[in-house]
């Protein structure tokens, strides 16, 4: 009796599922857009993905054992995946001991801070991410050029992403028409010749893994379907209100990070709701928050922004947001 496991809400039942199954089956959902990257970007993504999943694996193994006086978990899975989630937001260019104080700060201070695995409130890749953009603002924002770079690691050929195209170009009295003529075609956007972070170059990839995914229960769809499709709502309203200033629905979609935010990121099991109208609710508020950074903001992307606000009001969305109790007496009128 010295030990009591408390786990809520009721009823239980019984699976066969563990974390390190679940963690692992995202991981090779992810391998399709990681074999891309890789296509793309060359000998910079295997650099990039090496140092931010070994980091990844080091500190957890150091923070646990020695700070913690915990025995190492680090085969469960989840410091694998976030160390192949953080490479997947980082350019392919970008110096390797930029990863490792990325890979830090989302172990030691997203994850192992709140006490590991199961209790931090944000996505650890996103808190790493993020903070290297705010620090590294020049070397988070250097995007190569695919296949032209797959043989250069600093030395890579670079340029603006899709978003960045647009949004400068807006800010300098440009229109959508004039500006589609210098990105990437539909096409290209969905196969992943573009600029950008390494794991949002393909589209194609990473609805690939998300079918997988979707296929061994590992998600739900109410969290990609509620991102994506407020996301085609707000930029859809925008876009046919004056189509001269703003960019058309699909291209929101398939450029920049926003399906590998909705699929791999926003689904994290600790940080996102637990009921299906939770999950409507928290998606819903990141694809509103993205377009808004998108299109009003100071920034071309703001999927990390907006995945980190929801992550904040996951407790009070759990909070109001329940499932009826099983045996819950239901009144009629």
């Given at each position: 009796?010295?030990?009591?496991i408390?786990?809520?809400?009721?009823?239980?039942?019984?699976g066969?599922?563990?974390?390190?199954?679940?963690?692992?089956?995202?991981?090779?959902?992810?391998?399709?857009?990681?074999?891309?990257?890789?296509?793309?970007?060359?000998?910079?993504?295997?650099i990039?993905?090496?140092?931010?999943?070994?980091?990844c694996?080091?500190?957890?193994y150091?923070?646990?054992?020695?700070?913690?006086?915990?025995?190492p978990?680090?085969?469960?899975?989840?410091?694998?995946?976030?160390?192949?989630?953080?490479?997947?937001?980082l350019?392919?260019?970008?110096?390797?001991?930029?990863?490792?104080?990325?890979?830090?700060?989302a172990?030691?201070?997203?994850?192992m801070t709140?006490?590991?695995?199961?209790?931090?409130?944000?996505?650890?890749?996103?808190?790493?991410?993020?903070?290297?953009?705010?620090?590294?603002?020049?070397?988070?924002?250097s995007w190569?050029?695919?296949?032209?770079?797959?043989?250069?690691?600093?030395?890579?050929?670079?340029?603006?992403?899709?978003?960045?195209?647009?949004?400068?170009?807006?800010?300098?009295?440009?229109?959508?028409p004039?500006?589609?003529?210098?990105?990437?075609?539909?096409?290209?956007?969905?196969?992943?010749?573009m600029?950008?972070?390494?794991?949002?170059?393909?589209?194609?990839?990473?609805i690939?893994?998300?079918?997988?995914?979707?296929?061994?229960?590992?998600?739900?769809?109410h969290?990609?379907?509620?991102?994506?499709?407020?996301?085609l709502?707000?930029?859809?309203?925008?876009?046919?209100?004056?189509?001269?200033?703003?960019?058309?629905?699909?291209f929101?979609?398939?450029?920049?990070?926003?399906?590998?935010g909705?699929?791999?990121?926003?689904?994290?099991?600790?940080?996102?709701?637990?009921?299906?109208?939770?999950?409507?609710?928290?998606?819903?508020?990141?694809?509103?928050?993205?377009?808004?950074?998108?299109?009003?903001?100071?920034?071309?992307e703001g999927?990390?922004?907006?995945?980190?606000?929801?992550?904040?009001?996951?407790p009070?969305?759990n909070?109001?947001?329940?499932?009826?109790?099983?045996?819950?007496?239901?009144?009629?009128?």
């Open positions: 009796m010295d030990k009591l408390t786990v809520s809400p009721p009823p239980h039942y019984y066969d599922d563990t974390v390190k199954k679940l963690m692992y089956g995202v991981v090779y959902a992810l391998l399709p857009a990681l074999a891309v990257s890789v296509y793309f970007f060359g000998i910079g993504a295997l990039v993905t090496a140092v931010s999943i070994f980091s694996l080091a500190f957890e150091l923070i646990q054992k020695y700070m913690m006086k915990q025995e978990s680090i085969s469960d899975g989840s410091a694998l995946l976030t160390g192949l989630l953080l490479a997947f937001n350019p392919s260019n970008l110096p390797w001991w930029i990863i490792i104080i990325g890979a830090l700060v172990i030691g201070v997203g994850k709140f006490g590991g695995l199961g209790n931090n409130p944000f996505n650890p890749a996103l808190v790493g991410r993020v903070f290297l953009f705010i620090s590294f603002p020049v070397q988070m924002t190569p050029t695919p296949i032209a770079s797959r043989l250069q690691y600093a030395d890579a050929v670079t340029g603006p992403t899709p978003l960045g195209i647009v949004k400068e170009g807006l800010s300098a009295e440009a229109t959508m004039q500006l589609l003529e210098q990105i990437p075609g539909y096409m290209e956007l969905l196969l992943g010749y600029r950008g972070s390494m794991g949002e170059i393909s589209a194609l990839a990473l690939a893994g998300g079918i997988y995914m979707l296929a061994r229960k590992i998600i739900t769809w969290i990609p379907a509620s991102v994506i499709l407020s996301v709502v707000f930029t859809g309203i925008l876009w046919l209100i004056n189509p001269y200033d703003n960019a058309d629905p699909l929101h979609i398939l450029s920049g990070g926003l399906l590998l909705a699929i791999y990121m926003a689904t994290d099991y600790v940080t996102s709701p637990m009921t299906p109208k939770g999950m409507w609710i928290f998606g819903t508020g990141i694809g509103v928050i993205t377009v808004a950074i998108r299109v009003f903001g100071a920034y071309p999927v990390s922004f907006a995945i980190l606000i929801m992550n904040a009001f996951v009070l969305i909070k109001y947001v329940k499932i009826k109790g099983f045996g819950e007496e239901v009144k009629n009128g």
